[in-house]
């Protein structure tokens, strides 16, 4: 009975070495990712990053593996669409980098039931043209449709055409393209935004 119980012990001692082993490999294989041949580190961008204009950009859900590339960006300011409350770890990255959060919580509904507020919509816009607030990441989860349509609703400000917003918004949101989020950018009155300077689109480049 007693080597019964010393075997059923040193069994338990060996998975537990296995379990303790395998989460260091796996942290010292993610070490190793973040930096290339020569020792230098490697940045990773959020899920669809991009930059809009200067000192707006846009992306997905940053995570933990993205922070020092957030950090080559000098950002002051996020503006965060989703409802859900931010992250610790990303609130821990933001008050050590001394970077303010904008939340604007727009519900993540499906086609067709789909409802973008635009007061939320103008509001978040106020935000991301103030130029105190640059450097400046506007991101939700994936960076397609919350993202995609304030970007539409500052083109529109920036009197781009709308086959160039649409194209712009195609880009991201791919095969998850919505009608309802073309139609909204397409009805959106930008005329109580003035004084902004136009920004050059596809549109002019062709003329």
């Known amino acids: 009975m007693k080597l019964d119980q010393e075997i059923n012990q040193h069994g338990r001692d060996i998975i537990r070495t296995i379990e303790v082993v395998q989460s260091v490999t796996k942290l010292s294989t993610t070490a190793v990712d973040n930096f290339d041949s020569n020792g230098e580190e490697l940045y990773t961008p959020p899920l669809n990053f991009s930059m809009v204009d200067n000192g707006i950009f846009r992306s997905g859900f940053p995570d933990t593996a993205n922070f020092s590339f957030l950090k080559t960006l000098g950002l002051r300011s996020i503006v965060y669409l989703c409802p859900e409350p931010y992250p610790e770890h990303n609130m821990e990255f933001l008050k050590a980098n001394r970077i303010q959060l904008f939340q604007f919580g727009i519900e993540g509904t499906k086609e067709p039931f789909v409802n973008i507020p635009e007061d939320t919509i103008r509001e978040a816009l106020k935000v991301v043209l103030d130029v105190r607030n640059h450097p400046l990441l506007i991101h939700c ?62 549109c002019t480049k062709r003329r």
Do not use: N
Not at 164 to 191: N, T
């Open 141 to 202: 989860k994936r960076g397609k449709h919350r993202t995609g349509c304030l970007v539409g609703c500052l083109r529109k400000i920036q009197r781009w055409c709308l086959t160039s917003i649409f194209d712009e918004y195609q880009r991201f949101a791919a095969a998850k393209a919505r009608v309802s989020d073309q139609r909204f950018m397409e009805l959106f009155d930008a005329s109580g935004f003035k004084d902004i300077p136009p920004s050059p689109c596809s």
